[in-house]
């Protein structure tokens, strides 16, 4: 159960930092939209940091953002 919880966790979050690196407002406010207060803000905060952190892997890698998300989410689905 915690096993697949945290893969959940990943999921969403592997989402969340898409609609970054898609600028894609309207998907990061539906998923978002229903979170108290404060935490949407906080949870853009770090979209943010995770997008520049895409950026600079991306570079390294000589890849897009979009390839570079999903080496990420390939690396942190097979960290089981």
Known sequence: MEKERSHDVVNLGM????????????GYTAMTKDLPGGESEAIAGLGRVGELLVG??????????EESVHRI???????D
């Open 15 to 26: 989402a969340l930092l898409t609609t970054f690196v898609h600028n894609d407002a309207q």
């Open 56 to 65: 600079i892997i991306a570079e390294m890698l000589g890849a897009s953002k």
């Open 73 to 79: 989410a390939a690396a942190l689905a097979g960290a």
